[in-house]
């Protein structure tokens, strides 16, 4: 039996090697691999000694010849094969182990493995006689396989086929990816170019999807580096769901988007279907916490808590005694709070974790199709923003302003969002009109917002739904602006007395 070892990551190297020789086994090899192995002290064959021709081109042409291909694509089930073998002087080639350059850490033009690839994938073609292993961490299932069978499964060659066709489909997609950035060197990078070729690999199983009849994981991007959800540290609680980790995201992202406004030390958000229910700022996180779930209590029972600061024991004690959460997310969380959280409240998932990172693209299925996008993001700061009314809002009232802005931009639209002095007091989201959203606003503020900010995610197309903030109790209004009728509605703005802000950059939210 024979196995053809070229590697870039020599992790297992040595032993994967001598316990194949020490089954009999005849390797060959070349390059770095060659040098490791002869420093090791593992007999092998060099490829030169095999092809017949010395490595080349700073070693860009070793493997690429026929006495190194035709060992591993050759059938042995077919006559023909086996004579072609047989004129040429050729030995099959029964194992090939293989991994390739790490372009996905190093990218650049000598990064581009050829020659690996090409072993690889004539392998994995030929799985139903060769195997090949591109990943260290299955060298001890194959060496277990072979002292315990003599050879390597149907079953577990397939396996490792479909592995590294996994790994040359990733190695190829890493270098359109790159070459669509620019390179380091070459401009500007594609953001929607002609084809986009993805990776996904899995980072988690999930309870279930949507609903428990759906199953679900979770995968990310290859050679993204690690999301906040791969570093967070679960505490405690059930198994996370597709829900949980979709509306956790939500609420830990626009945790992140209004944390500091004000200079307030510290920020909450409580977010039920992926909609903020509750957001405040204040002076500590359980002041902030208290004023976030005064918003829509009822809302609140099963939504995700997210939290600016560390959670103490006073905190968990708040958070317990309010409605059940299904999330808690924090930047930490103390030895005592997880223990009371595990005494009360056994259920919740408590996740402490870093900040959140903005993705370069977005995505969305619709049908066979895929939307792709640059992810929403607020591109004109406050200094920017229009007064365009007589009246301008008080200087006490713009953090409201862009507390109010922020958070609707982020809420599902048709979207209208109250708030005062720190607080978000209503929230109407995913209305098919703007009126029915600010009824829905205004309904669960219940008379609190008076003197405070109304925040619409798009323009007003008539007055009616400024009508309906101002009737809510506000004396702000900020809204993108845009409209034929803008005009009509700024006058209708001045005829009741309010401010009018235009921000110039409408943030729907389907």
Known sequence: MRALISVYDKTGLDALASALVELGWEIVSSGGTSRSLRDAGVAHREVSEVTGAPEMLDGRVKTLHPAIHGGILADLSRTGHADDLA??????????????YPFESEPSVEMIDVGGPTMVRAAAKNHARVAVVVDPSDYGEVLDEIRREGAIGEETRRRLARTAFAHT????????????????????????????????????????GENPHQHAARY?????????????????????????????????RLLHEVSGLGGAAAAAVIVKHANPCGVALGTSASQAYERAFACDPVSAFGG?????????????????????????????????A????????KNMRVLSAPAPVAPPVAFRQVGESMLVQEPDAFRESRESWRVVTRRAPDPTQWDDVELAWRVCARTSSNAIVLARDGQVLGVGCGQQNRVDAAGLAAAKAAGRAAGGVAASDAFFPFRDGLDAVVDAGASVVVQPGGSLRDDEVVAAADERGVAMVMTGERHFRH
């Not at 959670?311 to 005694?321: C, K, P, R, S, W």
């Not at 997880?338 to 409240?345: D, E, G, K, Q, S």
Request: charged content about 20%; proline content about 5%.
């Open 304 to 336: 995700i808590v997210a939290l600016s600061e560390p959670v103490d024991l006073a905190l968990a004690e708040a958070i317990v005694a309010n409605a059940l959460a299904d999330v808690l997310v924090a930047p930490r969380v103390s030895e005592e």
């Open 220 to 252: 990310a991007l290859a050679g993204a580096g690690p999301d906040w959800l791969d570093a967070a540290v679960q505490h405690g609680g059930r198994e996370i769901s597709y829900l949980n980790v979709f509306d956790a995201d939500a609420a830990w």
């Open 87 to 100: 004129r040429q002087g050729i030995e099959p080639i029964d194992l090939v182990v293989c991994n390739l």
């Open 169 to 208: 489909a990733a190695y190829d997609a890493a270098i359109v990816s790159w070459l669509d950035s620019g390179g380091p060197e070459h401009g500007h990078a594609d953001l929607l170019p002609p084809t986009l070729h993805l990776t996904l690999r899995r980072r988690g199983s999930l309870r279930y």
């Open 338 to 345: 997880v223990a009371l959280f595990a005494a009360r409240r």
